[in-house]
């Protein structure tokens, strides 16, 4: 018996800048025309740490090879994947700009040979087409169901509305709000099949008459996500229950008004359970369209929307769906949306059905991980289903149906973000340098980004601390700072020309010498954790622990001063005429 549909009843190729030859890359794929548009998203993405480049549909035409232009789009993705290590694609367009793979999947008498799905894309392991009759993705083709690297779509057509996308991208990520936001949660639900008698259901206790869509949506919160993200605060907006009730369960009516009314509360997730058609969602009274977008004033902070609701995904039939208007649209906070580009499924009577499985693993993905990105989380909560979905069946149909649509690169917020203040030397000269950044959290992701000259990301150390060393040129270098539960900290950085004299020192297996002048000289060393900081007449370097475990100054002539700070461990001086001599943790002065 299979399971039944929630319907709605009634250029060229540029050559790779050295920074771009990084592991876990994006590759941007759109076309000629939007090019110049994903330029800001692939730079924003090169700043967080994932050298990005565009790349556009004509060029790849133009050079690889494929029975069509969906492989060669495939071929230049294994290209990049294994000469360039790229890791996320985003693919920027909907489908008149990049077309989607139609493949071929079955439900018993539900047969679609042109499901449109991105995972062609995602997963680089064959042709899809293994007995090349021209049917792509069939069960004989013997297709990988696993993400080789993780796949998303901006489902746009123009300039302006890249523009949209990516600034509400940028707000989420750095501006975000820091108060009573993160944590909260919107469950909609209207009824799928039928409703209950108050009682006991999966262990829970209702007393209320209730709908399957609530029984569902409670059971799966239970299971899947109250136990990663304990903290999480959800408001109900269901047929048969609301947080906004009166004397009487249900009594607040689920209808376009009360719903907008919801979302304007404020919540990071919305989930919704209900039947759907390209454009909308059906309620208790009525339906929320794309019309209802498009109407809106107001600025509506839902970034994450997910919902089982057939066909709401349908970024190649309707202009605009639903999925792409919450997306266009200037006055939503959506910037990811999952549903369903055909069907969605589930079974009657049933705990969870194959559709809820896979946005409860969604979940389960995202609040499990240490802090991974959405798009990571969805690659793994769909390889974790790919064991049912081998053969034709409602698995394999939600497989290739549900298609990531937003901004791949973004983390959640598991707690009310805050903002970074980290420390670091605003003077930077044009040479070769160690440069440092404290006052991180412990993990933080910093990268150091000047055109073809510098490219160095990496993460700070348990103290908080960052090094690197770098040698940038006169301009400005692009310093970018991601941790979880912070907004993303960016500055841009001046470097200017280095007029001073050479430095006095030599660095060599790790004894660094400082020869005085023969007039008077003042010296100073400063053993922060982590980090030394040695000046010598005003002038002033830096060291990592690492670099350094001797240091020797030679005063030369003149009357010499020398201030010698220790670290917080227990550190030992030496006094006497004609020497001082300080040794801590790991070094020591003389």
Known sequence: MFSTPLSLLPGTIEPLEPRQLMAAGALIITDAALAGAFQGVSDWYTRKGYPAHVLTTESIAATYSGADLQAQIRNA????????????????????????????????SYIVPDMPTDLYYGSLTGTWDANGNGVYGAPADNVSLNYDVVVARYPVRTADQVQTLFNKVLAFE??????????????????????????????????HTVSDAELKMRY?????????????????????????????????????ANLLTAMGNGYQFMNVDTHGSDTLWGLESGYFSTSDIAGMTQKINVPFVTTIACNTGAFDRAEASLSEAFLR?????????????????????SSLGT??????????????????????????????????????????????????????????????????????????????????????????????????D???????????????????????IKLTVTAKNAAVYTADLNVTVDNSPPAPYTLSNKTLTITGTEGDDSFAFFAADGVYAITLNGQTWTFSASQISQVIFNSGGGIDSATLTGSSAADQATLRPGLAQLVGAGYAVT
């Open 77 to 108: 993705i294994i290209d990049y994947h294994a000469n360039h290590n790229v890791g996320y694609v985003l693919l920027g367009g909907d489908d008149t700009v990049v077309p989607d793979r139609n493949a071929y999947v079955a439900v018993g």
């Open 355 to 452: 559709s809820s499985l896979y946005d409860y693993g969604f979940y389960q993905a995202l609040f499990s991980s240490s802090g991974g990105t959405l798009g990571d989380a969805f690659a793994t909560s769909k390889e974790a289903l790919a064991y049912a979905s081998g053969s034709n069946g409602s698995y394999r149909w939600v497989m290739f149906s549900l298609n990531y649509q937003g901004d791949p690169l973004v983390s959640a917020y598991t707690q009310d973000p805050t903002y970074l203040h980290p420390a670091y030397n605003s003077t930077i000269f044009d040479s070769r340098q160690d440069f440092s950044i404290s006052a991180l959290p412990a993990g933080a992701t910093v990268t150091l980004w000047q055109g073809d």
């Open 220 to 256: 799966g919160d239970s299971q899947y996500i109250q136990p990663y993200f304990p903290q999480r605060q959800t408001d109900y907006l269901f047929d048969t229950y609301t947080s906004w009730d009166g004397s009487t369960a249900g009594d607040y009516l689920l209808n376009s």
């Open 174 to 207: 750095t501006t975000p709000v820091t108060s009573n936001w993160a944590k909260k949660a919107l469950d909609v639900g209207n009824k799928l099949w039928d409703t209950f008698a108050p009682g006991t259901y999966n262990d829970m206790v209702i007393n």
């Open 329 to 349: 649209s200037p006055n939503t906070g959506t910037i990811v949306y999952l549903g369903s580009s055909r069907y969605g499924w589930d079974y009657y009577g």
């Open 454 to 476: 510098v490219y160095v990301t990496g993460t700070a150390n348990s103290r908080g601390v960052f090094t690197a060393a770098i040698d940038p040129t006169v301009g400005q």
